[in-house]
């Protein structure tokens, strides 16, 4: 039952994501104005499959995922495979090289990683977990290995799983729940405080459960539950300047959503959503008034329109640039769009959405020390590792 969901919904994602009928993913013209911004860039690494996470030591250091499952670590443009990495599970579709679901996802150094040396690294286990361990690098081999926080069930339908700091000692973590939910067979994981999909997850640096984490109704102790009634968050970003943690997830076909996360709060999935089912079929239980008295609304969300009814964007980053090279990136966010191809900025302000001439399916951006902006771009040929890491500057 569970290998028979896994593919219907590969198959369904590929259609939705991919829209192509070769191994060579096209780029669709942008849903949103062009923003004609004057910047360079620069191809720094490349011959990845899905380059997922970025860890950024300093200007010229970084560790590296492969969503296949392999982690580098690249240097003054030297570039070696870390071995020792957990065997992962990807799935995607049967006899085409796609890979849509599970794998190595993001990766994190701790804020002491000058004086610990700790990397975290987030991912799909073999046996259906969601995990997140830390370990250590020596001579490009892992070691000291610990698995610090797994899911108490099986996760198959997750993309998301990004790690950001909130200081040296919490950190924030993502766990995806794409399910295909409707109004008349509505899929609850994300409702349910049992269950650690659909969350946002927030740790020790050690895994522990903080204790000023909020205690939900029925419960008399704190978990790591931050936040819930999320559909797969794939971008998190914690604004150190306000303290606020911003979140961008998936909605199904529509509905795509930027979030401020708060403490405790119920974001709604599949209750309400903005969106509809892949196949038309109306997703929310609930009416608007009535999410209104219990969960939280986006800040903004998004819905191409189509004369099916509307089209997902499909955010896979988040990035709020500030002090940036590029001055008509400061103060926006910017963000991944799978769906179209190319990266996009968003003008929190004014609510306007820009498309960016950067093609590709954008996994990770990041911004490095000098102010220019580090991206993470999955392979457009599905036969070729062609994946790339690259600088965007002024």
């Known amino acids: 039952m569970i290998k028979s969901i896994k593919i219907l919904f590969a198959i369904l994602s590929f259609c939705c994501l991919m829209s192509c009928q070769s191994n060579l993913i096209k780029v669709p013209d942008s849903p949103y104005p062009i923003s004609n911004d004057s910047f ?5 690494a490349q011959g990845f499959t899905i ?13 590296i ?7 580098f670590h690249l240097k003054d443009g030297h570039q070696n495979e870390i071995v020792g990495m957990p065997e992962v599970v990807t799935f995607g579709i049967p006899d085409l090289p796609a890979i849509l679901h599970g794998g190595l996802m993001d990766i994190s150094i701790h804020p002491n990683y000058a004086t610990n040396s700790w990397i975290y690294i987030s991912y799909l286990d073999s046996d259906g977990l969601a995990k997140v361990s830390r370990l250590k690098t020596q001579n490009n081999i892992a070691t000291e290995f610990e698995t610090i926080f797994a899911t108490r069930n099986t996760n198959y339908t997750g993309n998301g799983m990004r790690i950001v700091w909130e200081d040296a000692t919490h950190f924030f973590l993502n766990v995806g729940n794409s399910d295909f939910s409707t109004r008349t067979n509505p899929i609850l994981y994300a409702q349910d405080l049992n269950n650690d999909a659909g969350k946002i997850h927030r740790l020790m640096e050690d895994g522990s459960i903080p204790s000023d984490n909020p205690v ?15 559909r797969d968050v794939q971008g998190l970003y914690f604004d150190e300047s306000t303290n606020t943690l911003f979140g961008i997830e998936h909605g199904p076909k529509g509905g795509d959503e930027l979030n401020i996360i708060k ?4 974001y709604g ?11 038309g079929a109306q997703v929310a239980t609930i009416s608007k008034d009535s999410a209104a008295t219990f969960t939280v609304f986006p800040e903004r969300y998004w819905t191409v329109p189509t004369k099916d009814g509307g089209q997902a964007i499909a955010p896979a980053c988040l990035l709020k640039v500030t002090g940036s090279t590029i001055s008509s990136w400061n103060d926006y ?3 991944g769009s799978l769906a179209y191809r190319r ?4 003008n929190h302000k004014t609510g306007e959405t820009f498309g960016l001439n950067i093609e590709g399916r954008v996994r990770t951006i990041k911004q490095l020390p000098s102010g220019a902006i580090i991206a993470l771009i999955e392979r457009n040929d599905l036969n070729q590792s062609n994946g790339m890491i690259v600088r965007i500057q002024n």
């Open 263 to 266: 403490k405790g709060k119920n």
């Open 51 to 63: 380059p997922y996470g970025i860890a950024i030591v300093e200007e010229n250091e970084y560790f």
């Open 216 to 230: 939900f109704d029925g419960f008399t102790s704190p978990s790591t539950i931050w936040s819930y009634g999320h």
């Open 333 to 335: 966010f910017v963000f």
């Open 269 to 279: 999935w599949p209750l309400f959503s903005y969106g509809i089912n892949y196949d």
């Open 40 to 44: 360079s860039i620069d191809t720094i």
């Open 343 to 346: 990266l996009m900025k968003y």
């Open 65 to 71: 995922t492969d969503r296949i499952g392999k982690m």
